[in-house]
T-cell receptor
Framework: ETGVTQTPRHLVMGMTNKKSLKCEQH?????MYWYKQSAKKPLELMFVYSLEERVENNSVPSRFSPECPNSSHLFLHLHTLQPEDSALYLC??????????FGSGTQLSVL | TQLLEQSPQFLSIQEGENLTVYCNSS?????LQWYRQEPGEGPVLLVTVVTGGEVKKLKRLTFQFGDARKDSSLHITAAQPGDTGLYLCAGAGTASKLTFGTGTRLQVTL
């Protein structure tokens, strides 16, 4: 069993669709993160939740909406995305904002 | 804004060769982490260096943190195909906020 599990692994959606990415961590960590990984760009931090409270939101467009119902689960709700939002979306967890444990990511394609 | 530049961007070498990857910044970091990301997977932490001048070894991988804590290097001895992947450095700044580097994509062929 992997420490951080993301579903789905791949997602293709149209610009008018609504979808959600799911992340679950089995490590007992108290912080969870969403990162965006695009080609030729550094990993971009999108959101941080610490003890289920959103503590960082790095100027992410409102078409991305995170949800953290408990310390083990994190969602990223997507609606009316743009083609430039196509990327690998990575979830991570950590204990006390130290070293990150990443999931395998969701490869998102927006048509 | 803290930026971390990694060089080279791409590196293709044969099995058995040695290589060094660099991670440079004009900013000071409290610590620096190195991750490796294999195709289709998320990054996996390899090491954290904390003290200026610190050297850490992980089998054939040697990590060094610069004296001024602004740069770092990763040296791989006798590279193997299993070393193939994207190598990312990440510096920890204020409030433990991590800044990731631009990445070095390594391909090791037989």
């Amino acid at each position: 069993e992997t420490g951080v599990t993301q579903t789905p692994r791949h997602l293709v959606m149209g610009m008018t669709n609504k979808k959600s990415l799911k992340c679950e961590q089995h490590l007992g960590h108290n912080a969870m993160y969403w990162y965006k990984q695009s080609a030729k760009k550094p990993l971009e931090l999108m959101f941080v939740y610490s003890l289920e409270e959103r503590v960082e939101n790095n100027s992410v467009p409102s078409r991305f909406s995170p949800e953290c119902p408990n310390s083990s689960h994190l969602f990223l709700h997507l609606h009316t995305l743009q083609p430039e939002d196509s990327a690998l979306y990575l979830c991570a967890s950590s204990q006390d904002r130290e070293k990150l444990f990443f999931g395998s990511g969701t490869q998102l394609s927006v048509l | 804004t803290q930026l971390l530049e990694q060089s080279p961007q791409f590196l293709s070498i044969q099995e058995g060769e040695n290589l060094t990857v660099y991670c440079n910044s004009s900013s000071v970091f409290s610590s620096l982490q190195w991750y490796r990301q294999e195709p289709g997977e998320g990054p996996v932490l390899l090491v954290t260096v904390v003290t200026g001048g610190e050297v850490k070894k992980l089998k054939r991988l040697t990590f060094q943190f610069g004296d001024a804590r602004k740069d770092s290097s990763l040296h791989i001895t006798a590279a193997q195909p299993g070393d193939t992947g994207l190598y990312l450095c990440a510096g920890a700044g204020t409030a433990s906020k991590l800044t990731f580097g631009t990445g070095t994509r390594l391909q090791v062929t037989l």
